[in-house]
């Protein structure tokens, strides 16, 4: 079977103590990453990531490799429950893929699994979103979202002659803007909330261009994931058909709390696509049981067939250096459930 699997992860694990210690050492990143492998490979996970764990933020670390990419503060919306909060990138200047950005550290990953190697980056949506229109020094949007296409399709080309099979966008723009009060933002910064998805679809399409054939390209879409706090909430209807319309081959969906909303959505997704349903939550170490999850992928088959369902956590266990709150082995176990509910319901 091609990815998506059964049971497959969005990607990040939490940071062992000795690697929290030291986590710029590379060394120490590498036997980290080649530990959280083995552990993948042990409860029978067939796509594998490197955790993340090079990383201090899921997607500030690959954004701010692009020339043309900087930083400033978060004046909100913010996480609620915790004082720290990221940064957001701003585009000061021509967006350039000037060079190669964690391809070695696919490279290392891809060598040391005889599983599927997946990459996770943010998607080009990220360079847009938090800031909106007044965090993007371009005359032109038009301009901008051209160079943010060319940018990934560079960065897909880059992975691809690594030998990369299996890539993902992490998106959080559109399940955001489901939100009333991230619209609200994005009207102060500027931007238009109802052509907004529309927009990022189109450039999620135009970066996926030159995608090679044998290469599948997934986004995965949350509501904040920041030391188990969120920042959005609201169900999938105001954006799913633009959602369902950029182009990648299959929708890691959060549906693991209310703040999601429904399965109702999903009647727009459109033949031949998978849908990977985050129904195991990664902000808490609560176990979900395997007939939860079973009564769960039930109700989502009720409008997309069963053959195009998968399952997985709802997001990563450490999209930051930070990590939720819960402990590995809650995290091993939650994996766990999804690798043994998969094989029960699809076997």
């Not at 103590?17 to 590498?30: E, F, G, I």
């Not at 530990?35 to 029978?44: K, P, T």
């Not at 390209?217 to 188990?228: D, I, P, Q």
């Not at 009564?295 to 067939?305: L, Y």
């Amino acid at each position: 079977m091609k990815p998506p699997f059964r049971a497959d992860q969005v990607g990040s694990l939490l940071r062992p103590a000795y690697l929290t210690a030291a986590r710029k050492d590379r060394q120490v990143q590498d036997r980290a990453i080649l530990e959280a492998i083995q552990h993948q490979e042990a409860i029978g996970l067939e796509s594998i990531t490197d955790g993340e764990l090079r990383r201090d933020w899921w997607h500030l670390d690959f954004l701010t490799q692009i020339e043309g990419v900087g930083l400033r503060q978060n004046p909100g919306p913010k996480f609620a429950g915790t004082e720290e909060q990221p940064p957001m990138p701003i585009v000061t200047g021509k967006l350039r893929y000037s060079k190669p950005i964690m391809v070695d550290d696919f490279i290392f990953l891809k060598s040391n699994t005889k599983k599927t190697a997946k990459i996770t980056i943010p998607s080009p949506s990220m360079l847009h979103l938090r800031a909106g229109r007044t965090g993007i020094a371009y005359e032109s949007m038009d301009e901008f979202w051209r160079d943010a296409a060319a940018v990934y399709r560079d960065a897909i080309a880059a992975f691809a002659k690594a030998g990369c099979t299996y890539l993902q966008f992490d998106d959080v723009a559109f399940s955001y803007l489901c939100d009333p009060k991230i619209r609200e933002n994005c009207i102060k910064n500027g931007d238009d909330p109802e052509k907004l998805p529309a927009r990022y679809a189109q450039t999620i399409r135009e970066s996926l261009r030159d995608k090679p054939k044998n290469m599948i390209v997934a986004m995965h879409t949350c509501r904040g994931n920041f030391k188990s706090a969120w920042v959005a909430e609201g169900g999938y209807e105001p954006v799913a058909e633009a959602m369902f319309a950029s182009g990648v081959d299959a929708f890691f969906m959060e549906f693991d709390s209310e703040r999601a909303g429904t399965f109702e959505p999903l009647r727009f997704l459109p033949k031949g696509k998978k849908v990977v349903l985050g129904l195991v939550s990664s902000k808490t170490g609560s176990l979900e049981t395997g007939d939860f999850l079973k009564r769960k992928i039930d109700e989502a088959a009720k409008f997309v067939p069963l053959e195009d369902l998968c399952l997985s956590p709802q997001c990563g266990f450490s999209s930051t250096h930070h990590g939720n709150q819960l402990t590995h082995d809650e995290q091993w176990q939650k994996l766990e459930r999804v690798v043994q509910t998969a094989k029960e319901v699809w076997r």
